[in-house]
Structures are given as structure tokens and as C-alpha cells.
């Protein structure tokens, strides 16, 4: 269902009044996690201003560490519609299980499944029977043809409305904390009619190294970006190692608006 072959023209996923795999470029900014009120207005505010068209930031977290930050979770999910509701800005969270899928469906306008999720078959299926846009992250060790079978589970039980996103994958390499597949980007837009998009945040994992694979996905044919911001990132509760303070997310939208308009 998802591929060239059965449909060759481009899939356009609807949210709210924006269209995604259209001529336009669509990039979604926000925080790994949310942690506070302040905290994600202000971010919500700066990165619209800077020409973000959609609001991220995590409330059920995936951890590797049991240890770590979970996520604000319900109150997290709270605070995601006020500032979507202070902004205007549709937003995007991780749905990390079956259990809390009704309540992050009733407060996101994408649903993420995230990269340790992709072969999460139930809650594809579960997603899948929604008819909520979703963004499907490539697993940490996924290939492209199982990152488009993923997508395959969500289509089949009648949710069309699928975004993939590249987000980096486990190689012999360990200067960066992933390694940013951009092959897949021009791959997966010869191989599916599915819109593509690019996290350079997880991709990469290093903060002064994310503009360039902004712009890099920009050029492969990437439809749009989700990329981490945080209004300071070495206190951010997760991932503030890779993520950008708005001034750095300011001047890389303005590299990536030249780019877009160069294509
Ligand atoms: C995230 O977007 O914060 C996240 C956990 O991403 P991934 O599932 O790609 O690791
Ligand atoms: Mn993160």
C-alpha cells in the first residue's frame, strides 16, 4: 500500500490546515521533553517565530535508563495544549504504549511512534486505527525496507495518513551518537509515495553539528525536519546535548529557508 508502484504521486498528510509532502517545507521544533509551563511556551513562541510550522515535545518518555527522566506524562500532555493553544501551533508527542494512546490522541495532532517502537506491532495496529496523522520513526537498527513494512501495518488497517522519519542508525561509529542515514531520504522517496522527513537531532546527537544535517536533509528531498530546541539546552532534563538554544534554531531556519528556496 505504501509503495511508488500501487500510487506514484506524492501523499499529501493533512494536519489541521497544513499539507505535508506538499511544495513546502515543514519543520517541527520544540523540546525533547516538555518539563514546565514556562518552559514550553517560550519555546513554542520562539520557535514560531523563527518559522516552525509544528510544536514537539515528549510526555510519555521511552528511556533507556529506567533512571532517568519519564516525562511529565499526563501533565505534560496539559501543557502541550496550552501552548498549542497560546500559539497556534499543532503539536506532535511520542505515543509510547496501547495503555495511554486515547489520552495522547485526544492532546497531539501527530502521533509520534518513536524509533524503539517501529516494530511495536501492536501499537501499530493500534495507531493504525485511529485516523490521526502519524509520524513513524525508523528503528535504531531498522532497515528501509522494515521501516516501510512498519508503515505497511498503519495503512493496512486504514490510517493512510503516515509520515516516515529518518532518525539516525546504531553503525560501528561512536563519535556521533547515531549515524544520520541521509541515503534513505532520496531511497524512501523513490521507494513510497509517503512523506519523508529527517531528525538531525537524534540523527547526530551533537548540538554544533545539527544545523549542517538540517541543511543536508533539506538537500537530500527531505519534506521536513523534527529537530530539538530547548531554551537552555546544558539544564534541558533530556537529550540537551544535541539540542539548540533559540538563537542557533533562528539563524539554521534561515540557512534551510535559502536552501528550500533553492530546490
Ligand atoms: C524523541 O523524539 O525525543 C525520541 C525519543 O526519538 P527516537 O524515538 O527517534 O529516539
Ligand atoms: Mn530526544
Not at 535504531?140 to 542508525?169: D, F, H, P, W
Request: with cysteine; net charge neutral.
Amino acid at each position: 500500500l505504501v509503495s511508488r508502484e500501487v500510487k506514484p504521486d506524492d501523499s499529501i498528510v493533512r494536519v489541521g490546515d497544513l499539507s505535508i509532502g506538499g511544495a513546502a517545507i515543514h519543520v517541527i521544533a520544540g523540546p525533547c521533553s516538555v518539563e514546565s509551563r514556562e518552559q514550553i511556551i517560550s519555546t513554542a513562541q520562539a520557535v514560531k517565530k523563527a518559522g516552525a510550522t509544528m510544536l514537539r515535545g515528549g510526555a510519555f518518555k521511552p528511556r533507556t535508563s529506567p533512571y532517568e527522566f519519564q516525562g511529565l506524562k499526563g501533565d505534560g500532555l496539559a501543557l502541550l495544549a496550552e501552548a498549542r493553544k497560546e500559539t497556534g501551533l499543532l503539536v506532535t508527542t511520542e505515543v509510547k504504549d496501547t495503555a495511554t494512546l486515547a489520552a495522547v490522541a485526544d492532546h497531539t495532532d501527530i502521533l509520534q511512534v518513536g524509533a524503539r517502537n517501529m516494530q511495536n506491532f501492536s501499537l501499530l495496529e493500534a495507531v493504525g486505527e485511529t485516523r490521526k496523522p502519524v509520524l513513524l520513526k525508523r528503528g535504531i537498527s531498522a532497515t528501509i525496507k522494515e521501516l516501510l513494512m512498519a508503515a505497511e501495518y498503519i495503512v493496512a488497517r486504514g490510517n493512510t495518513q503516515v509520515i516516515l522519519c529518518e532518525r539516525g542508525i546504531r553503525t560501528f561509529e561512536n563519535m556521533t551518537r547515531n549515524t544520520l542515514d541521509l541515503n534513505a531520504v532520496p531511497m524512501l522517496k523513490a521507494l513510497t509515495h509517503l512523506p519523508v522527513f529527517v531528525d538531525p537531532s537524534h540523527g547526530i546527537g551533537v548540538r554544533k553539528a545539527v544545523p549542517a544535517m538540517m541543511r543536508a536533509a533539506i538537500a537530500a528531498g527531505a519534506d521536513g525536519i523534527i529537530v530539538e530546541v530547548h531554551p537552555d539546552p546544558p539544564r534541558a532534563k533530556s537529550d540537551g546535548f544535541q539540542s539548540l538554544d533559540f538563537s542557533e534554531f533562528e539563524k539554521a531556519m534561515g540557512e534551510v529557508r535559502a536552501i528550500a528556496q533553492a530546490m
